[in-house]
């Protein structure tokens, strides 16, 4: 493929930059081929050129499509280089916050300074057992694959982690071995896996330290083997170190610490028992205050103290050892502040009684005086004398912090061995997996030994990286049948051979170590001398000559060679070892001591060395203890920590550091690359890229680019047509090869195909585009063509309207314009005419007018000017007058003005409000007065005027009588004319008085009418205050109300709330028991498990055998006792009690069942051997009847005397049956009554009978005793062909037999007469009390009714009435509630005496039927008896089923433990177990017979949690038992008695309740055992769909060819495409289905269906939504899509089978709507407001997570951007949720169990005969 076909305009590179390390561009014109400068455009915008290399001509890097960044592998990535790879980690770290990318082999962790919530136990569970290319990028995925691959290779694994101080490789370590320790899964590796964390505490306390780089920074290596044992549990470990820093322990750059456990015990110095180290603050010493900075922000040294310690003693180490080594420390710290003074140029001294020096030996437990003089002194040794030399000031300050070093060292070491102990592993190691935490490669500003070290293990590391990636790449070249060809790869052994060959720098450094006057000077010259020419990888400096240059594989490092010789030779004073092993201190002594008395706690048991940088002790010599340089000792653990990790299968962790700065996800692309080439990374690409890194399946490559091949190309052979295709689509053939079941590709072939694929896709889209277009644009186009016809034809018939209506206007406007003319000018000569005569006229007029006019104005314009100067005059004063009233009405207007404000002031304030209300009040109060007193007055004058009227109506009346009686009497008055005078008078008088009162009625009534005007208008006045008033209380009252519906409404939410969180917390509870059980229920099979396990483990007396000649029945007897003795006592025990050996059992059970065979054989010939007998010797009969005549008639009289006897009874019964009957209601059955006298005579008639029917008993059983002696004795003599006697013998016991079952049956019936009669004796005396409590109450009743009497005596005659109605109500109340008790009490005294009665001739019909069928066959067949009368009836029975206490193990073993659940499921009545389980526990009670009750139901539990265990893994079998354990706790409360459980009984239920005992606490054993198989059937639910559910509902692609596939890396993932085997929705479907059906035909209760159901689809969606947050490749558009429809498809399901109420589908909903977010527009603001109300299922880390790892298939959708990511956090941010990403899979609901009653009449249940159940008896 030529460059112009890439290098084309929009084409993307990559250039290189000096702050970002590379920048992304564009072109902007082709590349033509010889074109020196290329034109491009930065993302900016800003244009620039680009020159290419005039010698090289290299062309910059080509981008990934889009569809490809972010991608999980970065071996997917079509163009593998640096910054693909760096742009990668970039948007993955930065925009989707994941930390874990693969390349390759090789699982890069960039730390995110940040906890982040991925390694919780949920996390653990979804990535074990998954493929490691299944899942998103994690430590747990390397973990589990190198778990897994330990378990299928059987080979032993390492994992690898490696990088800089400060990348996480002690935190990815940790959560590899937390991995482990997870999903090995037992107590005991639990233990293990707490003292391995354990560890790290101690190891970090005494190894880790603060740099610059990092908090808290591991400054050795340290490579940790975890054991496993054959079953791949852990069982131990065991820790190697590597090169611990001793140099910290005496001098720390700026900014840094000393190891942490200095600064622990500075910081606990003021502990009572730490006070003997007599330390202080970490500023007080040397050794802990040169970094500057003792304190690291956000650690209390005081805590983390505690921590160490605790950590200790779970390791076992005590306290005194603790303390021990607090003393080595402390004084460590004092040895630092020992100081040296000059004595002079070649001698130094230390003062006496130096106070730390001092502290230093008593802790220490050496001498004062010999430690100062080694300090300053050391001893020579020449070939024939030894002398002592003093030393100066620096060397005896060097030799103090030698010897500081080498203690810590030597502490450090010890710790080591006895952590190792710890761990160590009591069983044998099968396996093991190691960890291996060590430094990545290391470059300063100043280099020096520690650097050396470090980077030459690198080195070694890179070597066996180099060469495992190599050898993968060849074995997958070689499988796939490629030719193979090597690959240029880097080899860094030249590198190795310059450090570690012979005559290599570390041979020169030991060299010179050895040399009297060696110098690090000579020995850079040795450097210089022998590599500077020879190798090219050695440089020198050019300004400096104690330095060297090492072109190692990442980089170059400058070393300087000062302190190398110092620091490799590690000398110590041996003169100071020698006063040290002289302490007095054992763990000093214990430290120093030689190797062969030390003791190693890993070196016994493992037999491998314990590989730290320590001088060798396996010297017999101490003068040669430590003579081995630091370099030969790293050199020789290094390689055989090679030698361990080539042994195994490595798996590579390589830890990134994002910035120098620790601030979380913020990426430095030049920190990044520098650790991206030197951990390898980029090494890996490029050996990947330099072979055919992209690898395809046929089928993915077929799926992925169907779109480019035609029709024809398409062929039933797909590897046939993608070869076809790809040699059409790719000239080249050298760019791909084809190998068995894959295709490979060089590198940027995929992205080729990837652009071809995007053009045709494009090409599609644009001609679809085009064509819709052109659809849309000619609907549009026909749409108008036909709007504007229809314009068109409107418009022109209303202008052919127009026009014609304005022609019509136009020929009648020219008319009338011709009449209108005319008829203007006619007037208008007229209107002339007219003006001219008239002009004439007027003119003549007007100059006489003139003239007469001018007279006239000259007379009046005198008489004017008089007139206007008068009226000037007073205008004048008027003006005057007007502007002083003016004036005045200003002034008073502006102090009104002023007086209003004032008021208006007043009047806004509260308190005249409240004095207007209150004075409004007061006033509407006096007003309302004045009303009722005028109204008081209008009603007196209203009285007086109608008085007035009357007695003026009475006056008039009476002055009518007068006038009457004058006229009358006017004759009278003629006679009496000298009174006529006054009479007149007194008329005049009175006249003029009836005046005066109707002139007063008038004025009274004008002033009446005025006031009635005044108050009409004061009340309306009122009124219109009052409703102003009302008003303001209707507001009032308004706001009352809407507060109060208010407060009624937020009380209505809260009773809501509260309920609602008092139902949550009730299944919280509920799921808390449940979870109680579930853990019990482990803990009891844990307990069985061990017991077993010990069992088996334990010592045997001796190996009993069976004999093969015992015969059947013993050895059936011998099975059967085994039986019993395995279900009565713990029923894991049965395999002890038949032996440890279980091949020897398994003989045995052999042998047992072939004795059974041989006894049923022999019991077939037995009983056909006695049908021949009794066939050969029929003929004898006679005879032997004529023998037996007489004894047969004696019995049979007998027998007939006993049926009359039976019949009297019975008669006699029936008589009190009859009396008891007609007299329950009245209560006769006291002492004195007939039925007292009736039972009284029938006991003592019976005691009577009794003692006579005993009498004959005897009589009979000695006869027939002595009739059985004289038939045995009759035997002996005949011989073995003549046994017909003894059968006859039989015959006569039988006939006895039944004879005494009667008698049985007759003395059962005298014993239930006279409980009934005890029982009605008793009941007398309960009413003999009853009615003294009676006669009691009604005299307190009589007595309060007096005092009742006397009370409403003196009451008023009111009172008194309503205080008896009140009285007489609550006395009727209360006999009421009496009569209502003791009808209650009566009617279940009828209940019972009705079931008693019942009882008693149910019993008595047995006995008449017992005496039906004991009449013997010989009598009835061959001798002829007088004829009795023998009632027969049908036997009625009573839903019980009768078995002996010796057949319980029997019902149990067949009904249970070997019961198959597939043919009663088919075959039988649901529940038929159940139903038999309860019909015999029914008769236990019946007999009341509470022992077999307690041992029927103790058996039955323990035979079903047996069978559970069993085979608790078959769901038919769970859901079996599940369902019968139901319905039997059903039916024990059906028939409780209990009056809640008895509502939906018929009557015939009714009486099958239980009588004597009360099971409650049996029915909650019960219940909870439900509940255990009920999770038991869930987990094996659970563990038949697991397999499925992210098969079917994620990987398969229902609606094919919706969603295409990305190329894929190394890791490849789980195809999507239905091969065979593969599960598919329609596999879940069918398990679901099956899973119903079987519960189905189970008879499981429809509500406990629906729970299972409810459960089966939370699993589903619980999974379902875990991978998909947990599967960067699953989180598409059309991914959503299948999802959706998988879910509808769900739906489907539910809605035939009518499950659509149970709950399930809400299971679904997180589910649905992380497919609806897959799915929905993520752009705008208010899409996320759409998503955040959508997804209220879904958590806020969960909605993010998707968000973050939404992955566009296809270059036509977009990512989601940062920012809107952002956004939906904003607006999420107020969520009240938990952190947890994942959801539980192992949650429960917890299940509840209603009460479900069976209509199923006990009494019709029948035995089938396949249960081999005949032993039981209805009853």
Known sequence: MAASELYTKFARVWIPDAEEVWKSAELVKDYKQGDGVLQLQLEDGEEIEHKLDPKTKNLPHLRNPDILVGENDLTALSYLHEPAVLHNLKVRFIDSKLIYTYCGIVLVAINPYENLPIYGSDIINAYSGQNMGDMDPHIFAVAEEAYKQMARDERNQSIIVSGESGAGKTVSAKYAMRYFATVSGSASEANVEEKVLASNPIMESIGNAKTTRNDNSSRFGKYIEIG???????????????????????????????YHIFYQLCASSHLPELKALKLGSANDFLYTKQGGNPVIDGVNDAKEMSNTRQAFTLLGINESYQMGLFHILAAILHLGNVEVKDRDADSSTIPPNNGHLTTFCELMGVTYQDMSHWLCHKKLKTATETYIKTIPKIQATNARDALAKHIYAKLFNWIVDHVNKALHANVKQHSFIGVLDIYGFETFEINSFEQFCINYANEKLQQQFNMHVFKLEQEEYMKEQIPWTLIDFYDNQPCINLIEAKMGILDLLDEECKMPKGSDDSWAQKLYNTHLKTCALFQKPRMSNRAFIIQHFADKVEYQCDGFLEKNKDTVNEEQIHVLKASKFDLLVELFQDEEKATTPTGATTGKRVLSVKPDKGRPSSSKEHKKTVGLQFRNSLHLLMETLNATTPHYVRCIKPNDFKHAFTFDPKRAVQQLRACGVLETIRISAAGFPSRWTYQEFFSRYRVLMKQKDVLADKKLTCKNVLEQLVQDPDKYQFGKTKIFFRAGQVAYLEKLRADKLRAACIRI?????????????????????NIQRHVRGYQARRLVKFMRRTRAAIIIQKYQRMYTERTRFKRKKAAALAMQCILRAYMARQHYKGL?????????????????????????????????????????????????IEARSVEHYKKLNIGME??????????????????????????????????????????????????????????????????????????????????????????RDEMEKMVAELKDQNGMLKTEKDDLNRLIQEQSLQMTEKMRRALQEETQQLESDLNEERSRYQNLLTEHLRLEERYDDLKESISVNAPKPGHRRTDSTHSSNESESTYISEFAESEEGSRAGEDMTRGGDMSTFLKMQKRVTELEQEKHSLQNELDRREEQFQRARARDDEEHKKARGAELEYESLKRQELDSENKKLKHDLNEMRQLLGGNAGANTSVPGSP????????????????????????ILRSQLVSQKEAMQHKDEKETMTEPMAHTEDIRKMKDAGEITQAYIGLKDTNRLLESQLQTQRRSHDNEVEVLRGELQSMKEENNRQQQLLAQNLQLPPEARIEASLQHEITRLTNENLDLM???????????????????????????????????????????????????RREKDFQGMLEYKKEDELKLVKNLILELKPRGVAVNLIPGLPAYILFMCLRHADYVNDDQKVRSLLTCTINSIKKILKKRGDDFETVSFWLSNTCRFLHCLKQYSGDEQFMKHNSNKQNDHCLSNFDLAEYRQVLSDLAIQIYQQLIKCMENILQPMIVSGMLEHETIQGVSGIKPTGLRKRTSSIADEGTYTLESILRQLNSFHSIMCQHGTDPELIKQVVKQQFYIIGAVTLNNLLLRKDMCSWSKGMQIRYNVSQLEEWLREKNLMNCGAKETLEPLIQAAQLLQVKKKTDEDAEAICSMCNALTTAQIVKVLNLYTPLNEFEERVSVTFIRTIQTRLRDRMESPQLLMDTKMIYPVTFPFNPSSLALETIQIPTSLNLNFLTRV
């Open 856 to 904: 006239v104005r000259e007379h009046k314009a005198v008489l004017i000017q008089k007139m206007v100067r008068g009226w000037l005059a007073r205008q004048w004063y008027k003006r005057s007058l007007e502007a002083i009233v003016y004036l005045q009405c200003c002034f008073r207007r502006m102090k009104a003005r002023r007086e209003l404000k004032k008021l208006k």
């Open 228 to 258: 496993f044992d054959r079953r791949y549990h852990i069982i131990g470990a065991n820790m190697r170190t590597y090169l611990l820093e001793k140099s910290r322990v005496v001098f720390q750059a700026d900014e840094e610490r000393n």
């Open 922 to 1011: 007061n006033k509407i109060m006096q007003l309302q007065r004045r009303i009722d007193e005028q109204s008081k007055d209008n009603r007196a004058m209203n009285e007086r005027l109608n008085g007035l009227e009357s007695s003026h109506a009475v006056e008039s009346e009476r002055l009518r009588k007068e006038v009457t009686r004058l006229r009358t009497a006017e004759e009278e008055a003629k006679t009496n004319a000298n009174k006529v005078t006054s009479l007149l008078e007194e008329l005049a008088r009175l006249r003029k008085e009836l005046q005066t009162t109707q002139s007063e009625k008038k004025v009274i009534e004008d002033w009446a009418e005025k006031y």
């Open 769 to 789: 585009q085009k064509t819709i277009r052109c659809w849309l644009a000619r609907k549009k186009y026909l749409r108008m063509k036909k709007a504007a016809i």
């Open 1235 to 1258: 039925a007292y006298k009736v039972l009284l005579d029938q006991l003592n008639s019976s005691n009577e009978e009794l003692e006579v029917r005993k009498e004959e008993v005897l």
């Open 1381 to 1431: 008790e003791q009808l209650e009490k009566q009617d279940k005294t009828v209940r019972k005496l009705k079931k008693q009665l019942k009882v008693f001739a149910k019993k008595i019909g047995e006995l008449e039927g017992g005496q039906v069928e004991s009449v013997s066959p010989g009598q009835t067949v061959d001798e002829p008896i007088r004829p009795v009368n023998i009632p």
